[in-house]
């Protein structure tokens, strides 16, 4: 079993729908959970990054982390094209530390 | 802002020969990461250094090894070439010292014919 699980997807969705994106994860020592968006052929791009359990929002972004069901998302509000996207949620143990990734959600928004 | 240098962005290699792919960190970042993406696979942990020594290790064969050199760029150098090499190689940058978070570079594609 992997350390980090992440819903497979794919996903589609329409313009303007709100869209959840989760993971689970095996490890307790994970403190900092990112997630990052990645278009075909790129880098991953960083969206959202948060250190323990809690809530952050950026725009129309929204994570969430509850450590004590190792379980985090991803909450994106008004979703346009330009969100669609493999979405991977990451994981590590310290802020310098290696991040472990879930295997990616591929998103697509329909116009 | 500066992001995180990758070069070559595009390398072709044949079975057994050897490569060279160079990160370049963003300014003042001081800890370098190395992930292998394989075809609609996530990224794996290779490697890390942070102020120039190794920090991390993980899923790296011996065939490969790496540095990071004094201005903090860092190189992987592949080995022995194989075909199961071929994937997305990214470099990622930090600043180790305080609470911030990973800066992906844009991958270098390498292809083992």
């Known amino acids: 079993q992997k350390e980090v699980e992440q819903d497979p997807g794919p996903l589609s969705v329409p313009e303007g729908a709100i869209v959840s994106l989760n993971c689970t994860y095996s490890?307790?020592?994970?403190?900092?959970f990112m997630w990052y968006r990645q278009y075909s052929r790129k880098g991953p791009e960083l969206l959202m990054y948060t250190y323990s359990s809690g809530n952050k929002e950026d725009g129309r972004f929204t994570a969430q982390v509850d450590k004590s069901s190792k379980y985090i998302s991803l909450f994106i509000r008004d979703s346009q094209p330009s969100d669609s996207a493999t979405y991977l949620c990451?994981?590590?143990?310290?802020?310098?530390?290696?991040?472990?990734f879930g295997d990616g959600t591929t998103l697509t928004v329909k116009p | 802002a500066a992001g995180v240098i990758q070069s070559p962005r595009h390398l072709i290699k044949e079975k057994r020969e050897t490569a060279t792919l160079k990160c370049y960190p963003i300014?003042?970042?001081?800890?370098v990461y190395w992930y292998q993406q394989g075809p609609g696979q996530d990224p794996q942990f290779l490697i890390s250094?942070?102020?120039?020594?190794?920090?991390d290790k993980g899923s790296i064969p011996d065939r490969f090894s790496a540095q990071q050199f004094s201005d903090y760029h860092s190189e992987l150098n592949m080995s022995s070439l194989e075909l199961g090499d071929s994937a997305l190689y990214f470099c990622?940058?930090?600043?180790?010292?305080?609470?911030?978070?990973?800066?992906f570079g844009p991958g270098t594609r390498l292809t083992v014919l």
């Open positions: 490890n307790s020592a994970f403190q900092y």
């Open positions: 250094f942070y102020e120039k020594m190794q920090s």
């Open positions: 990622a940058s930090s600043h180790g010292g305080g609470e911030d978070e990973q800066f």
């Open positions: 300014p003042r970042h001081d800890t």
């Open positions: 990451a994981m590590s143990e310290t802020n310098a530390g290696k991040s472990t």
